[in-house]
């Protein structure tokens, strides 16, 4: 018999070169684009990865927080101290971002699992507030009122000078083409890493403990530790594109910062729209929202208003998502994470029938 299990599906195998294209077109993206394009494709890839972490927190391990946040905002102000208090070039201190996140998860997750549901979702908002008012006393960091980045960081910033002699553009230029290219490395990184992780036990795991922890636990998972696990992960992330994010604005407040609307209710929304656990979802979704927001960011409060009558006619409609309609109507599976059993029998093979199962 010549069974065996695989997970790649021939969508996959075309998407798959089609992203290896669209990636090398993106880093060249820059020679012939301008720089409000590249503005908006960081922001585009930025929300991306903000999505994905809390898709795989809440999507794949089902710990439902609207308090990421404190993620965005502590990542942030640990670059901006970095740099303001020890001298260290900004795109240095970006990976303290993430540590910096990480240290505060610790103490987050200690407190927040001992909740569930609506509680737990809740109990991570109000630790988000209490790292917002807590930075908003460190007032080497400017206090309530923020602060911004020296000159000479900005100026001296590692990569700038050569990217503006690359591209000839000015270093203000410069510095977002070299934020792009940061953010674009870290949107394959985040959904290449998180797809190689649900393609291995641990994504088996993962989402059995989100389908049930007890039965999980009967079967030999370690709940608390994949939860603890995700946490982290998701946790760092989320550090690493906050200090990302405003190395590129150059301008920190703690009401911008740890803004629940912007790094948190944003984010749940283009998850939702395009479709909560999968990872195809939050890529149409990013692109829903960036173009909602194109076109009616000017209405104002109607804007806002308009966002969550889209996203309760989508979860209505389709409960899975966009993707997840297209993909049932479809069948396609551009990042296909089911487990199936194929191959032939000795039986059907002298036939000359092939005969195969889906396992998940």
């Known amino acids: ?21 669209l990636v090398a077109a993106a880093i060249a993206l820059p020679a012939f684009a301008g720089r409000g394009l590249v503005q908006d494709l ?24 609207v ?34 996140a990480v240290a505060l998860a610790v103490p987050t997750a200690f407190f927040a699992f001992r909740l569930a549901g609506a509680y737990f979702a809740i109990g991570t908002w109000v630790i988000a507030e209490v790292a917002r008012l807590s930075v908003a006393q460190w007032k080497a960091l400017g206090g309530g009122t923020g602060t911004s980045l020296p000159r000479d ?68 998972v370690d709940a608390r530790r994949m939860k603890w696990r995700v946490f982290l992960i998701a946790a760092f992330g989320t550090g ?13 407040s703690p009401d911008a910062a740890f803004s629940v609307v912007d790094w948190t209710a944003y984010v749940i929304f283009i998850v939702v729209i395009g479709g909560i656990g999968t990872i195809e979802g939050p890529i149409i979704g990013v692109l829903v929202f960036f173009a909602l927001q194109s076109v009616f960011a000017d209405y104002g409060s109607w804007y806002l208003l308009g966002l969550g009558l889209i996203a309760i006619v989508v979860m209505l409609v389709a409960p899975g998502g966009l993707w997840g309609l297209l993909s049932e109507r479809t069948g ?10 194929t191959g032939t029998s000795s039986d059907t093979t002298e036939k000359g029938a092939p005969h195969g199962r889906h396992h998940d």
């Open 1 to 21: 018999m010549g069974w065996h299990v695989e997970t790649r599906t021939r969508a996959s195998r075309i998407a798959g070169i089609a992203a290896v294209a």
């Open 42 to 65: 960081f922001f585009i890839l930025t929300m991306l990865v903000l999505a994905q972490f809390w898709n795989l927190l809440a999507g794949y391990g089902g710990l439902v927080s």
């Open 67 to 100: 308090g990421q946040q404190a993620f965005v905002g502590i990542g942030a102000y640990a670059m901006f101290g970095a740099v303001i208090l020890w001298g260290m070039d900004p795109i240095a201190a970006i990976p303290l971002g993430g540590l910096a």
């Open 153 to 220: 960081a900005t100026g001296a910033m590692w990569g700038v000078e050569t990217v503006a002699t690359l591209f000839d553009v000015r270093d203000a230029a410069a510095r977002d083409i070299l934020a792009y290219w940061l953010a674009l490395a870290l949107a394959v990184a985040t959904v290449g890493g998180i797809y190689w992780l649900l393609r291995h036990r641990q994504g088996l795991a993962l989402a059995a403990v989100r389908d049930d922890a007890g039965a999980a636990g009967a079967m030999g």
């Open 240 to 252: 690493v594109t906050g200090a990302l994010i405003y190395v590129q604005t150059a301008r920190i």
């Open 332 to 341: 396609i599976q551009l990042f296909p994470v089911r487990r199936r059993l």
